[in-house]
């Protein structure tokens, strides 16, 4: 039942994709642009000061340009950070500025957090890369008993497990080594099994092995209020919001109004009820349609869309229910016994009202979410993090300080091919360039755009943050790319998962 549950949710949050997707099409935004392609050859030869002045001209230019409200960013050279600096706000409404301890929510680079710790737990002999990862169970957890045995910490590192993205199933879409499929549900399933092993939480895990020994004071899995002191609030387009309590409104409304009719049918027999039945029914929809909302904003984990939700469905109910109490009292003082008259104007009057409403969300095109409040720990995506804390750990797993040279190694080497420039570790992915390798992972959430980069060999990189929404998606690659140049077409084309395929790797 939670599988179907999950699955309706997925594709309820695909519709308004969809629909928004083809919004921005038609107004002329193209997605996965790569308007710096010119920028061939890294700047690491620049003069530092050099890039950080152009930076500071390109980054308010390019927020305002692709309406970011705000961005964090720092620059590694030779494995130590020589630059972090804020841009723009973490909050429109109550324009707080960010700065360098604005925290902002990482999305899928807790990933590599994750696999960072899995892989300390393999140097303490605690778990294997090969072993089956439902033998750490107590009871087995896989549905598919044939790939049991094949679902490995090395496989669901690597992608390479078969398993879905998306939702709690652990259903495996193909044999376990024999594809690549980007997957969030191999990390929850790793996640279970590190938490058994170990008998502690992911985020004592990580305050233990990752946060506490790097010094990333403003970190956390959980989002701890003690480090959570200045969080960004991620940013939507009102019609998002509009269109997530539209949808279970209308499911209710013709559900509700449905029922009413039948019933006034078999009660009275006619189909045509009074305007005060009309009222009613549409009270109740209003109410049972922000309460779906609410309901299924809580099952994907978001309860903050769940309070805008809520907010959005009584500016609208309320609205609308004024201009029909304020129409329906004009019409009776004017037009007393005119009753064919009234209706017709009633309705005319009531949808243009929910024009003139719907028109003064959609003029809000970044809605900041509430802040949010402690979650459970995702190992696939829940972390907060500011810039620079990220950027410890990207100089830790550049060059691991605290992992065996073995698992240091495993976690750097390609796993499986993606393509002739790109690859994937145990972890992060990897590009290969004539500039040399480079550690990689994005982050994308429906209000959050995030990347990380690092050349181990030179120990240059940039991680970049930003509180947009994914519906501009290449945000933080395109400010990243321009800070460090040279050629990451595939870095952006695994960030919209151009790379998922199933059957042989690629030679």
């Not at 970190?219 to 701890?224: E, H, K, N, R, T």
């Not at 979650?375 to 060059?399: H, W």
């Amino acid at each position: 039942m939670m599988i179907k549950i999950k699955r309706f949710n997925l594709i309820f949050i695909a519709i308004i994709g969809c629909f928004l997707l083809l919004m921005r099409s038609n107004s002329g935004i193209a997605l996965g642009r790569t308007p710096y392609q010119d920028i061939e050859r890294l700047r690491i030869n620049e003069p530092i000061e050099s890039v950080i002045a152009d930076l500071e001209d390109f980054i308010p230019a390019y927020m305002e340009e692709e309406d970011v409200p705000g961005v964090s960013i720092t620059l590694i050279r030779d494995g130590e950070i020589v630059w972090s600096e804020g841009f723009g706000v973490a909050n429109k409404f109550t324009k707080r500025p960010v700065t360098q301890s604005t925290t902002f929510k990482i999305a899928s680079n807790s990933k590599v957090v994750t696999a960072y710790i899995a892989l300390r737990l393999v140097d303490q002999g605690l778990l294997s890369l090969e072993k089956p990862l439902d033998n750490y169970l107590p009871e087995p957890t896989m549905p598919q008993a044939e790939y049991r045995e094949f679902v490995n910490l090395r496989r669901v590192l690597s992608h390479t497990s078969g398993m879905g993205h998306g939702g709690a199933s652990r259903e495996v879409m193909f044999q376990p080594g024999a594809g690549y499929s980007y997957s969030a549900n191999g990390f929850l399933f790793a996640q279970d099994v590190i938490e058994q092993v170990a008998d502690e939480t992911l985020e004592d895990l990580a305050d233990e092995m990752v946060f506490g020994p790097l010094g990333m004071q403003n970190s956390s899995f959980v989002s701890s209020p003690a480090v959570m002191t200045e969080p960004a609030s991620g940013h939507l387009p009102a019609v998002m919001i509009i269109i997530m309590y539209a949808l279970p409104f209308t499911v209710a409304l013709l559900l509700v109004g449905g029922v009413t009719l039948i019933y006034w049918r078999l009660r009275f027999g006619t189909w045509r009820p009074t305007r005060r039945t009309f009222f009613v029914v549409y009270v109740i929809s209003a109410a049972l349609g922000t309460l779906l909302g609410i309901y299924f904003s809580l099952q994907i984990g978001m309860w903050d869309y769940a309070i805008l939700i809520g907010l959005c469905g009584l500016f609208i109910a309320g609205g609308i229910l004024l201009a029909f109490v304020l129409g329906e009292w004009v019409l009776k003082r004017f037009a007393p016994d005119r009753w064919k008259l009234r209706n017709i104007t009633l309705a005319i009057w009531i949808i243009l009202s929910i024009g003139v409403i719907a028109g003064l969300l959609m003029v809000v095109e970044d809605l900041p979410l509430p802040g949010r409040a402690p979650v459970n720990p995702n190992a696939a995506g829940t972390v907060r993090a500011t810039a620079e804390d990220m950027s410890r750990f990207l100089i830790e797993i550049a060059k691991p300080q605290n992992l065996s040279p073995e698992m240091a190694a495993e976690m750097a080497e390609p796993q499986v091919s993606l393509h002739d420039d790109l690859s994937w570790g145990l972890g992060p992915g990897i590009q290969h360039s004539p500039e040399g390798d480079a550690l990689w992972q994005w982050g994308q959430a429906p209000d959050f755009q995030s990347v990380m980069i690092i050349y181990p060999e030179s120990g240059y990189g940039v991680v970049v943050l930003t509180n947009s929404d994914w519906f501009n998606p290449d945000v933080a690659i395109d400010i990243a790319h321009y800070a460090l140049g040279g050629r990451i077409d595939s870095i952006r084309r695994a960030s919209h998962l151009e790379f998922d395929y199933k059957g042989p790797f690629l030679e």
